[in-house]
């Protein structure tokens, strides 16, 4: 016996088991002229048990379709000799209904892998989806910290700009007396420059926690970098006179 099964790539038969050894080349070339001459098509169509000759009309072979209510699956050959025919109805019937449920069983099979992969993608899917989540919600807490940090922000912003209301109106009421000392006034002076720094800072700080309208202007890269390089020299600890890379 051998039996051929239908390739799920091109819907082609190929002979997936023979016995006993040594006659699948046999097999195969009767098989090979079935399907040239159309036998093979008509057992198919039949599904039912059908005896053929083989090329020689030594031998007889038997057909039996494996097929479900959805497709065909494969085919069952049998080889038997002259004075072997005598095949009892009873025993065709039962081998019918054993190919029929072989049939069945292959596509259960068939249907079993693929929710096994369809099982898979979606442990796979949930996994991505799962990180992605992960991910979002660590975005998601930072951005909240930084909100908060921005609300923060711009409170001092607000409270130290008022401060610096107090010192810059103070300076200036000052800086408008009359026989004023040169080196007040000079100091006065450098409290407005001072303020007005400050007051660049605060800037800054409501700019940082969205209270205040960013405008874009073009911008000095020298004087900026020299501003940067004072606050930088403060904030960045040194090493031995030369400032740490971090």
């Given at each position: 016996?051998?039996?051929?099964?239908?390739?799920?790539?091109?819907?082609?038969?190929?002979?997936?088991?023979?016995?006993?050894?040594?006659?699948?080349?046999?097999?195969?070339?009767?098989?090979?002229?079935?399907?040239?001459?159309?036998?093979?098509?008509?057992?198919?169509?039949?599904?039912?048990?059908?005896?053929?000759?083989?090329?020689?009309?030594?031998?007889?072979?038997?057909?039996?379709?494996?097929?479900?209510a959805?497709?065909?699956?494969?085919?069952?050959?049998?080889?038997?000799?002259?004075?072997?025919?005598?095949?009892?109805?009873?025993?065709?019937s039962l081998?019918?209904?054993?190919?029929?449920?072989?049939?069945?069983?292959?596509?259960?099979?068939?249907?079993?892998?693929?929710v096994?992969?369809?099982?898979?993608?979606?442990?796979?899917?949930?996994?991505?989806?799962?990180?992605?989540?992960?991910?979002?919600?660590?975005?998601?807490?930072?951005?909240?910290?930084?909100?908060?940090?921005?609300?923060?922000?711009?409170?001092?912003?607000?409270?130290?700009?008022?401060?610096?209301?107090?010192?810059?109106?103070?300076?200036?009421?000052?800086?408008?007396?009359?026989?004023?000392?040169?080196?007040?006034?000079?100091?006065?002076?450098?409290?407005?420059k001072?303020?007005?720094?400050?007051?660049?800072?605060?800037?800054?700080?409501?700019?940082?926690?969205?209270?205040?309208?960013?405008?874009?202007?073009?911008?000095?890269?020298?004087?900026?970098?020299?501003?940067?390089?004072?606050?930088?020299?403060?904030?960045?600890?040194?090493?031995?006179?030369?400032?740490?890379?971090?």
């Amino acid at each position: 016996v051998s039996f051929y099964l239908v390739n799920e790539e091109n819907s082609e038969f190929y002979m997936s088991d023979c016995k006993p050894e040594g006659f699948d080349r046999f097999i195969n070339a009767e098989i090979e002229n079935a399907i040239e001459s159309g036998t093979f098509a008509w057992a198919i169509r039949e599904k039912r048990p059908l005896f053929i000759s083989t090329m020689d009309g030594s031998k007889k072979l038997l057909l039996h379709v494996l097929t479900t209510a959805s497709r065909v699956r494969g085919m069952f050959v049998g080889v038997l000799t002259y004075g072997e025919m005598d095949v009892p109805l009873v025993s065709l019937s039962l081998m019918s209904i054993i190919l029929l449920h072989s049939a069945n069983a292959l596509e259960s099979f068939e249907l079993y892998g693929m929710v096994k992969d369809i099982n898979l993608q979606l442990e796979k899917t949930v996994a991505e989806r799962t990180e992605e989540l992960e991910i979002s919600l660590t975005q998601l807490r930072h951005a909240q910290k930084m909100e908060a940090l921005g609300r923060l922000a711009g409170g001092v912003a607000h409270d130290f700009n008022n401060i610096l209301t107090a010192i810059t109106i103070a300076s200036e009421v000052n800086l408008q007396e009359k026989k004023l000392p040169v080196h007040v006034a000079k100091n006065l002076n450098e409290i407005l420059k001072a303020s007005e720094r400050a007051a660049g800072l605060t800037h800054q700080l409501l700019a940082f926690s969205r209270k205040q309208v960013v405008k874009t202007k073009l911008l000095n890269l020298n004087s900026l970098t020299t501003e940067l390089n004072k606050m930088l020299s403060r904030l960045i600890p040194t090493t031995r006179g030369r400032v740490r890379p971090t």
